[in-house]
């Protein structure tokens, strides 16, 4: 069967998350319904990462194997079509190699927090951004975030039920940019621990805001202690914008 | 009475538009019914731009008299409070001359559209922009748009419901800029017509979709009639991005 690499966008607020549930709308499951209309005999939709409940994708990559050889572009076409309901694009559709996968092969992950620092709640923005009340110090939550690049044991920086085998990650890069009242956080690397991001994100809002002392953020990291870790930002403002793949030899 | 400048950004997607209507939500309405809860004997809200249905607002500006001397930061807060169940919130308030009228002293308004050309629906900005679904040229868009700079009858872009004494406005400034898929037509003059960024939208986007030769913007200004327009862009990628207003020599 042929295998396609999906490149999807989506607003999570209206689902539980990527992975698909029984009881509760997912991103995963909405594209196996459209899938289920136009190729019946479609198998599963394997996502490069599970994005939790309220988080947005830019650039969430997922591979599928489909019965018969379909154009990529009017695939793409169809599924939009089909997914009209719910707020989840393919931005892109492309015949893979049958043994791309779109989990395993990743070697970068892009994700994107924005936080609007301003007292006046968010209106067009709404659901987009996390409105931080009081002001953030850029500058001091980017000395923070140098603590955490490199190769370490985030076990601060991951949520409880995290199933990843090794709390062990490198994290390549962390950088904290401001343009007007939005602080963007940046983090890249091959693989991210489950609520690595917004753990981190939200120990440098205490930073930003003067709680914590920029070298605390390495503290708590050496602390190997979820205790230690700032409260877990929300999900509304995380984005993954982009997943990387390895040049194919042969491709 | 205390004369109170206000800021203001809104999402247009549920209202009628700025102006209050018996029957229907508008921004003026909310505005109004927020300051009666908490100035009772407050005037009118009078606003720079009366915003069409759906268009956004990221720098509305509007005048109100209140009996009482607010505090201005207190005065946006409380009106954020009661503006909760609507897409507006006051990011500035500031007392002003008694004499300040934020419509007609305003000395600049400034406008952007947005535009994604790209197949995909739009999920994380649907409602903030419009998705053109074939290519645009954004040399040509920019081409066409300069027939338009200057002092000009505009009446082929002009709303038949217009109300505005004369058709003839000065137009200082329509840039076209691209950033990957996003299109942003930027506009700048003192006063605009009703629905005149819509309508040169619409035009410069026949442009850019290659069905119009550049020229023909200045063939479709020349002509004075409202025939000669192309499709008005529709609502919900414009912005009222800012008013400006003179220093005062007082102030």
């Known amino acids: 069967m042929p295998r396609f690499k999906l490149t999807l966008e989506y607003h999570g607020g209206p689902f539980s998350g990527w992975q698909r549930q029984a009881d509760a709308p997912s991103v995963q499951g909405a594209l196996e319904e459209a899938l289920a209309r136009i190729a019946p005999e479609a198998g599963p939709v394997t996502g490069a990462g599970r994005t939790d409940a309220g988080v947005h994708a830019l650039g969430q990559v997922a591979h599928v194997d489909v019965a018969r050889a379909w154009d990529p572009f009017r695939l793409a076409a169809a599924l939009n079509h089909h997914l009209k309901r719910w707020p989840i694009a393919v931005t892109s559709a492309q015949e893979a190699e049958t043994d791309f996968h779109a989990r395993f092969d990743a070697v970068e992950r892009l994700y994107r927090y924005r936080i609007r620092d301003r ?12 409105r931080h009340h009081g002001p ?30 090794s709390p062990v990650k490198t994290l390549d890069a962390v950088t904290v940019e401001r343009s007007g009242d939005e602080i963007a956080v940046t ?49 509304q403002g995380l984005y993954l914008v982009a997943v990387r793949y390895p040049e194919r030899a042969d491709g």
Chains 1, 2 share one sequence.
């Open 119 to 130: 007292r006046a709640p968010l209106t067009v923005e709404k659901g987009l951004a996390w």
């Open 187 to 235: 983090a890249r690397a091959r693989s991210f621990l489950h609520n690595q991001v917004r753990s981190i994100v939200g120990t440098l809002a205490q930073v930003g805001a003067g709680r914590w002392p920029p070298a605390r953020v390495g503290e708590a990291l050496a602390a190997c202690d979820r205790a230690a870790c700032g409260p877990v930002a929300p999900p």
């Open 136 to 165: 953030l110090d850029e500058a001091a939550m980017a000395e923070g975030a140098a603590h955490l690049v490199g190769h370490h044991d985030f076990t601060t920086f991951r949520a409880a039920q995290c199933q990843a085998l």
